[in-house]
């Protein structure tokens, strides 16, 4: 049995309760064994006390979409690199995308990357398992294997099921073992060779552009199946106002219906490729100004449940080409709270709703116990200076792969101290 | 007044404050005005019985073409040429898989051989931008993918300057493949830097969005599009490319976006006819148009070379000259 530990004098922000007071927190065998709020608390003997001196404590960050080169792009992020880069980014948990080498698609391999992250990742790696073999959209996988396995659930990953036929059966599938789907929307045809946002900036660029339709039409469609079918159903990505319309109607009828966005989309717009910076290629694309707000504010009404990193490590090879000829993606776990801090620094959005969208709502719609500051959950949780400034420069990733979108950029706020099942996982230096 | 340097023919010029020619929108009106100012001059050197001028001499210039064109490029060696330039050809063939791989590679063995200018053709857009971030020397884009052909709109300038006196006050139509034209962007920019009335004609299917903010009007009505125009620039049409998903067919094409006669007496009487080549006769023009009297199209060939020696000059200072 380990030392009780006390967290103490902390601002508390729990958005699955609505807290936002000082107080502590007592962690013991892991888990959160007290709360107190509004005053000191009681020490224990022999407990290690963390003077938290008003900082903000936070659930842990739970990141809905990572992509891991392990296994079989080592080159580009292991386990190791991703967990690393994660707790020093506060995202205690994060959902790892079955694109890999092989796919995830077999319960052998989802039991392999379990095993494998426990002894090699300090943040915590929830496998998601593909939906169709070798994420070829043809034929469905062993729903029932992967769950057991440990999937924590179905998601093509950076592909998107063409065939609503398909999908229908998957998402009927699903539901029998109550497994979320979590789909990203992209009609091939409309994406085509598409490479940007489609418009004036892609016109002067000489760029092929990407309409708003080529997300609206499956999102639609995937919406449409979901109430059909009785699934839970996560958009995993949206990037345009029409998505927001299409969810929030979806939303009122069907409450197992939910949507993610990329903290990308939520930071930054089509200018900020200039002149064909690859790290700004992402799939969806990054969309204009207004696309950006309109997101900001379905975040803010509740449309858009969940805010992750799309944390997508590419190495040089593929990302110093020209714009076109370039790979999607862009690191994300370093910067994800730092980035979605800057919503709150502008006032456009309130802390306590941007950490819902990390925390509580991820949970949520996993059924996971963690991301709530709660007696029993698990002790995940993180300690954020909100104004600590810092800047991102390549020294400073911890990811193996150095394409961040956010390269150079001015920050304002950080995770100062992690802990991961009541255990300290990452400690600011400076 | 005598010249600094009477070997330097442009030396009445004042300093061209550009070190590489990636993208006309990088060019402010009065150095568009400098660089036709210069062909001018060029156009007057390559018409003397001793066409050659030796402000480049001792310099190495590089074409590097990934993509074929044999006309650009000749353009472009006999430009260098003339200004007494050691020109060397390149021709990169490249699968589609390897080549952004083979350009930021040979950038960097190219930039070892100390060039002093590089020429470049790429399929995608941007891939001239990136390589000259990569490299030491001037770099000239000779066309990227759909994102911009500057010197071919620098040519078709001059090409209207000479033939209507001015590019003031006149209307110019360009028709066709707009979507997919590098020619086209870099004309609507450098045209409307100069307040040049542009206007564009094609199917809707081939118009990228936020055309109407690049060019003055937006039509897709050839007879409406030609009313008034003094100048007919016909655009080529990818019709391997376009048949069956931009337009259906050729000879549907070429009815409704053909230039035939019937088509140009729309335009005013004196309009000239430009097209950048290679053309599809039959497909986007008649032959008889294209051969025809109103057809400028072969000055556009001639001007080529002294708009591309005058970027040559213009980009290459003397400074570096011991």
Wanted: aromatic content about 4%; some cysteine; charged content about 20%.
């Amino acid at each position: 049995m380990t030392r009780p530990l006390i967290i103490d004098n902390a601002r508390i922000v729990d958005p699955a309760s609505g807290t936002d007071q000082l107080g502590a927190v007592l962690i013991e065998d892991g888990r959160i064994s007290d709360l107190v709020l509004g005053g000191p608390a009681g020490v224990p003997d022999n407990a290690e006390v963390i003077n938290a001196g008003g900082l903000i404590l936070s659930p842990g960050l739970i990141d809905m979409r990572v992509f891991v080169g392990e296994p079989g792009k080592e080159y580009r992020e292991t386990l190791a690199s991703a967990g690393a880069a994660a707790v020093a980014g506060g995202v205690t948990s994060f959902v790892m995308m079955p694109d890999t080498t092989p796919t995830v698609d077999d319960g052998a391999l989802v039991d392999f990357l379990i095993r494998r992250a426990e002894v090699q990742s300090p943040a915590r790696v929830l496998p998601a398992a593909a939906i169709t073999k070798g994420l070829a959209g043809k034929e469905i996988t062993e729903f029932g294997l992967l769950r057991e396995a440990g999937a924590v659930c179905l998601t093509d990953g950076a592909q998107s099921i063409q065939s609503a036929s398909l999908l229908r059966s998957a998402m009927g599938y699903a539901a029998n073992f109550d497994m979320p789907i979590v789909h990203h929307v992209a009609e091939a045809g409309l994406v085509g060779d598409g490479v940007m946002n489609e418009g004036l900036f892609a016109t002067v660029l000489g760029l092929k552009g990407i309409p708003r339709e080529a997300e609206t039409i499956p999102l639609a469609r995937d919406l449409q199946l979901a109430a059909l079918t009785k699934v839970r159903y996560h958009a995993a990505q949206v990037s345009t106002a029409g998505s927001a319309a299409l969810l929030d109607a979806a939303k009122t009828r069907n409450p197992s219906v939910s949507a993610g966005i990329s903290i990308n989309n939520l930071c930054l717009n089509e200018n900020d490729i200039g002149r064909y910076r690859t790290f700004f290629k992402l799939s969806p694309p990054l969309r204009t100004e207004d696309d950006r707000q309109a997101m900001v504010e379905a975040l803010k009404a509740g449309i858009i449940d969940t805010i992750h990193s799309d944390h997508d490590p590419q190495d040089s090879e593929v990302k110093r080409q020209p714009f076109a000829e370039a790979s999607n993606g862009a690191i994300g776990l370093e910067t994800l709270l730092a980035a979605a801090l800057r919503l709150v620094h502008s006032g456009d959005v309130d802390l306590s709703t941007v950490l819902r969208a990390m925390t509580v709502r991820p949970a949520e719609i996993l059924g996971l116990d963690t991301g709530r500051i709660a007696r029993g959950a698990p002790a995940d949780l993180i300690l954020i200076d909100l104004d600590y400034p810092w800047q991102v420069t390549e020294k400073t990733i911890r990811s193996r792969s150095r394409n961040t979108s956010f390269e150079g950029a001015r920050m304002q706020g950080k995770v100062i101290r992690t802990l991961v099942g009541g255990r300290t996982v990452f400690i600011d230096e400076a | 007044m005598p010249q600094s340097s009477p070997a330097r023919f442009s030396g009445d010029f004042p300093p061209f404050q550009q070190r590489h020619l990636i993208s006309i929108a990088d060019l402010k009106q009065h150095e568009i005005v400098d660089l036709l100012d210069r062909a001018e001059r060029m156009i007057e050197i390559s018409r003397q019985e001793r066409k050659s001028l030796p402000t480049l001499s001792g310099k190495t210039q590089i074409n590097l073409f990934f993509e074929p064109s044999t006309r650009t490029q000749s353009s472009f060696e006999i430009a260098g040429k003339r200004l007494g330039a050691l020109v060397v050809n390149m021709s990169v063939k490249t699968s589609s898989v390897s080549k952004g791989e083979t350009l930021v590679d040979t950038a960097a063995t190219l930039n070892a051989m100390r060039p002093d200018v590089l020429v470049v053709r790429h399929s995608a857009a941007g891939a001239v931008e990136l390589l000259s971030q990569k490299v030491g020397c001037s770099v000239v884009n000779a066309g990227d993918g759909a994102h911009e052909h500057p010197t071919q709109a620098l040519l078709d300038a001059l090409t209207i300057r000479n033939h209507k006196g001015t590019l003031a006050g006149l209307t110019v139509a360009i028709c066709g493949d707009i979507a997919n034209s590098r020619v086209a962007r870099s004309n609507l920019l450098l045209l409307g830097a100069l307040n040049v009335r542009t206007r564009v004609i094609a199917p809707r299917s081939l118009l990228p969005a936020g055309i109407e903010n690049l060019a003055t009007e937006v039509f897709t009505d050839m007879k409406e599009g030609l009313k008034g125009a003094d100048v007919v620039m016909m655009l080529r049409l990818q019709h391997e490319r376009a048949n069956g998903k931009m337009v259906p067919s050729v000879r549907e094409y070429y009815r409704f976006y053909g230039l035939d006669e019937e088509k140009l007496s729309w335009a005013k009487p004196d309009a000239i006819v430009m097209h950048p080549g290679p053309m599809n006769r039959g497909v986007e023009i008649d032959p008889a148009i294209a051969d025809g009297e109103r057809s400028v199209i072969t000055d556009q060939v001639e001007m080529g070379v002294a708009v591309r020696m005058a970027v040559l000059d213009a980009l290459l200072p003397a400074r570096n000259e011991p």
